[in-house]
């Protein structure tokens, strides 16, 4: 069960092509294309567009739970959420239970929408059957911004398990046959390879270039996937070579205030290179596409504007973390990652070393949100709240409007200078400019020289309880002392998480795989 919201979902993704679609009630019909069943008129070329739309919806209906459980073993931030969820804790301390439903739903629901990604792809091969040379053209696009939405859905879920299904149909009967799962190795190849099938038919364009799906895929977010699969690999010149075409194609900027970045402002920024995107079509009712962003949200506030929802405390930025920053000197990014309680704070200030704080450390925002104690955590994730006054009046949902950040510009920097840390050449830009653009947009002096083990720590400051990436960066890189910390013990064999019983159950082979 999804349990995001997906109310009239359609029409965020959809409303830039409205008139060029022929028959405009289809947009209220969404589920005339996810089957070949009900008559469809495959002439209609212009219905075409349909079938990709689904595609979006179906990737940017997340489940609440789905980024979070991606998420939380890493040593930036802990689960929250006492007395709540306590398997979800107990993950996060690298002890595992197959039952635990969030398991199942992270599985099963990414697994529904790759499905979906191949019936679009289906669904659209044969609108081109009877489509002119521009129709088939414009359907070989769909086809492509369709793998590279399922290649990083199938990319997160092999970070999770390792090795996963790669199915090649809509035909989900063929997964029962399967006699030899792929390992991690051979998804992440796949993923590469089909981010090569893809690159030539999509735009060259950045997301928010695009005027008829705005924010939506183009060969850029292609070439970050490409970059990140291959980073897993440990290709790093094919990582360098993929980040590098990014960066020299002199398309992306950073967005200059990192706190707006994460909040209305920073929506589809240059900045941008794949969101998972919500609106409340700037109307105080109605039709909206939401996230449940409460997870991530302090349990009590005072917001500055009363009403305003709060959250459930289920995903607390570490201790480890806010240490990390402070030993730095960092102010930008640490305001902008962590929400402070005074309990938090009273805590931090228990250690000598850090008995005076700076003076931006405080329970209040800089939008006027006061943020209470509470008892599931001394800490809420900034990267996640959207304050109280950037609401659209008349929605009170915690973070309502607000986009989710999949791929920014950033990361790609940063991925650029690791494999150049590792050995590979690049044309671009040096290890050394690529990091100090993150640097200096965080009031952050440059670097000059910097090592793996640099690049590795601005990842840390920059990438912090985003997807879990400084949880696989120390998976990849074997950095398991790391992930000890805080009374947690890491051993290489809780590097992925066990297959869900129920799917076990379903498909037997997976009970002997060894994960």
């Not at 364009?205 to 060969?219: A, F, I, S």
Request: proline share 4%; glycine share 8%.
């Amino acid at each position: 069960m999804k349990l995001s919201y997906k109310i009239s979902v359609f029409v965020l993704l959809a409303i830039s092509f409205l008139s060029n679609i022929g028959c405009t009630d289809k947009l209220e019909e969404p589920e005339l294309n996810n089957n070949f069943a009900g008559g469809t008129d495959f002439t209609k070329t212009a219905d075409m567009q349909l079938s990709i739309v689904g595609v979006y919806e179906a990737f940017q209906s997340r489940g609440w739970e789905q980024p979070l459980l991606i998420s939380v073993r890493g040593d930036d931030v802990n689960a929250g959420g006492l007395g709540d969820q306590q398997d979800f804790a107990e993950t996060d301390k690298f002890t595992y239970n197959k039952d635990y439903w969030m398991y199942n739903s992270l599985w099963e629901n990414t697994y529904v929408d790759v499905i979906s990604a191949h019936t679009a792809m289906e669904q659209i091969a044969r609108y081109q059957e009877f489509a002119n040379e521009s129709g088939v053209a414009l359907g070989n696009q769909y086809i492509a911004e369709a793998k590279v939405l399922r290649g990083i859905m199938l990319f997160h879920i092999s970070l999770v398990w390792g090795d996963v299904f790669i199915p090649e149909s809509s035909n989900t009967d063929l997964l029962l046959d399967v006699t030899q799962v792929p390992t991690k190795a051979e998804v992440m190849q796949h993923i590469s390879d089909q981010m090569d099938e893809a690159i030539p038919f999509l735009p060259n364009l950045r997301p928010n270039e695009r005027t008829d799906l705005p924010g939506g895929v183009t060969r850029y977010t292609a070439l970050a996937i490409k970059a990140l699969a291959n980073q897993e690999l440990k290709n790093y010149q094919v990582v360098a070579d993929a980040a590098g075409q990014i960066i020299s194609s002199g398309k992306f900027t950073l967005y200059p205030d990192f706190y707006e970045q994460f909040k209305t402002p920073g929506k589809l920024s240059d900045e941008t290179i794949l969101d998972l995107q919500y609106s409340d079509y700037n109307q105080g009712e109605g039709d909206r596409s939401a996230h449940l962003y409460a997870p991530y949200g302090p349990q009590n506030w005072t917001p500055e504007v009363a009403g305003s929802g709060s959250g459930w405390g289920f995903f607390e930025p570490s201790m480890k973390f806010i240490k990390f920053m402070l030993d730095r000197g960092e102010t930008v990014r640490l305001e902008t990652s962590v929400l402070f309680t005074d309990r938090g704070i009273a805590e931090i200030k228990t250690d000598p070393a850090y008995a005076t704080l700076p003076s931006f450390i405080t329970n209040t925002t800089r939008d006027g949100d006061v943020i209470n104690d509470y008892p599931r955590a001394l800490f809420a994730s900034g990267k996640h709240y959207l304050p109280s006054n950037q609401l659209i009046p008349g929605r009170t949902d915690y973070g309502s409007n607000k986009n989710y950040n999949v791929i920014r510009y950033a990361e790609i920097l940063l991925v650029y200078a690791e494999a150049l840390a590792q050995g590979a050449t690049g044309t671009g830009m040096t290890a050394d400019q690529a990091v100090n653009l993150v640097r200096v947009r965080a009031n952050m002096t440059p670097l000059s020289g910097v090592t793996l083990d640099q690049v590795l720590d601005e990842k840390f400051a920059e990438l912090s309880m985003e997807w879990g990436k400084r949880y696989y960066d120390m998976i990849r890189l074997g950095r398991f002392n790391e992930l000890s910390y805080d009374g947690r013990t890491f051993s290489e064999n809780n590097t992925f998480l066990p297959y869900p019983q129920s799917q076990v159950d379903q498909f037997p082979i997976l009970g002997e795989i060894n994960n």
